[in-house]
């Protein structure tokens, strides 16, 4: 029977989705599990390197999806609309698992069904979240420059709630239409807005995630961050934004040849893609 299903939205990830897939394949409810992968449109092999470790790895339990590129939110919808599980998981192909984290991210919701008093929890999202690549100087700036801790993607002192869901009850999930599409880099904030509820950090659920290691992807992952709707959502917004992201304002960030350098690059592409979305960008990635 399968309870759990981790949804997996791939677009040019040929260069880590083998690790990501392998991790999840050695998960301690694994029996119970299924994985789809939605290729989203991808340019790269991604998708034949998906096949290839599916093969490769005997890897049971698998559903490869394709679909002409949309984003990430609607690669999302479409596997969970083929999802057998009761509990989605949701999951990026730069991220690697220690071997409970299903188990774990996914007990609170088990727990919470028939329970009253509290409330049911109909979703979860996990603190434990590390950076995979913390050896990267270029990694751990991107960390740096959004306040997080050098090696955590959340802080320690994060709530425990959370307007983001990596679990969350199926039925919920698609009772409200999954997520929004055309909001782009935030679409996975959709869900908790719909529901008008947030997501439960789950104790121990520990996993690992990947930050832009060179300047080009620097450069690609700030371009799509740049395309947030809350740096975009309004004239006043984008205004504002192409002030507080213009490249000349890295100049502040003297004497740190480095991280002057990282800064140029990634408030360059962050205030390209406001200015862009006054001509009306697509959103996706």
């Known amino acids: 029977m399968i309870k759990y299903s981790v949804i997996i939205p791939v677009y040019n990830e040929n260069s880590v989705i083998k690790n990501c897939l392998e991790s999840l394949d050695k998960q301690t409810v694994r029996k119970e599990m299924e994985i789809i992968v939605v290729d989203d449109g991808s ?129 919920k999930f698609l009772s409200v239409g999954g997520f929004d599409t055309n909001v782009g880099y935030t679409d ?28 080009k992807e620097v450069w690609s992952q700030a371009r799509w961050f740049g395309k947030n709707e809350f740096l975009t959502g309004s004239l006043i917004r984008k205004t504002y934004n192409l002030a507080r992201y213009n490249p000349v304002l890295a100049i502040f960030t003297l004497p740190d040849t480095r991280f002057f350098i990282f800064k140029i690059v990634y408030n360059a592409a962050v205030f390209y893609s406001v200015l862009l979305s006054f001509f009306g960008e697509h959103k996706n990635k």
Request: net charge positive; glycine share 6%; charged share 25%.
């Open 188 to 215: 996975d904030w959709s869900i908790s807005r719909k529901l008008e509820v947030k997501s439960v950090a789950a104790t121990g659920a520990v996993f690992y995630h990947r930050n832009p290691d060179t300047l």
């Open 43 to 171: 340019t790269d092999k991604s998708k034949g390197k998906s096949q290839k470790v599916k093969v490769q790895f005997k890897i049971q339990n698998f559903l490869l999806l394709t679909q002409n590129h949309a984003g990430p939110g609607a690669a999302r919808n479409f596997g969970a609309a083929k999802a057998k599980g009761e509990i989605l998981v949701f999951v990026d192909a730069d991220m690697e698992f220690a071997s409970d984290f299903v188990e774990k991210l996914c007990q609170p919701i088990l727990h919470s069904q028939g329970e009253t008093l509290r409330g049911e929890i109909i979703g979860t999202f996990s603190k434990d979240e590390y950076l995979l690549n913390k050896d990267n100087v270029w990694a751990r700036y991107w960390n740096i420059n959004l306040g997080r801790p050098a090696d955590r993607m959340v802080s320690t002192n994060y709530p425990n709630e959370a307007p983001v869901f990596r679990a969350i009850l199926r039925d």
